[in-house]
């Protein structure tokens, strides 16, 4: 998603998130062969992970769109599971980005 797209406003980082999960789905969803239909997506926001779980009428389009692909996917017989892991944990640029964005 671009700066274009969102009708010259910046993304947010949650929206961001999201829509690189909806990417990741939408790419297994197109391109994936194998037999195995389990998808584990890591998702380094807390955040994201609460939005998603409160519902489709509590999130955005980023959000409604992780919800679409998901459908799609249960739907051809997949299971798909969505994990928290701790990301940039230690590294001193992300733990300062993530102070000024709290603020």
Do not use: P, T
Not at 16 to 24: D, Q, W
Not at 29 to 58: I, M, P, Q, W
Not at 67 to 72: E, T
Request: contains cysteine.
């Amino acid at each position: 998603m671009s700066w274009g797209e969102q009708g010259g406003r910046g993304l947010m980082v949650d929206m961001g998130e999201m829509y690189g999960i909806s990417r990741v789905m939408e790419r297994v969803e197109g391109r994936y062969r194998g037999g195995k239909r389990k998808l584990l997506v890591g998702v380094d926001n807390v955040g994201v992970l609460r939005k998603l779980r409160k519902g489709r009428g509590f999130c955005g389009e980023a959000g409604q769109r992780v919800r679409r692909v998901g459908l799609r996917l249960l739907r051809k017989g997949w299971e798909v599971v969505l994990v928290w892991v701790a990301g940039h944990v230690g590294i001193e640029e992300n733990e300062e980005a993530d102070e000024w964005a709290k603020e």
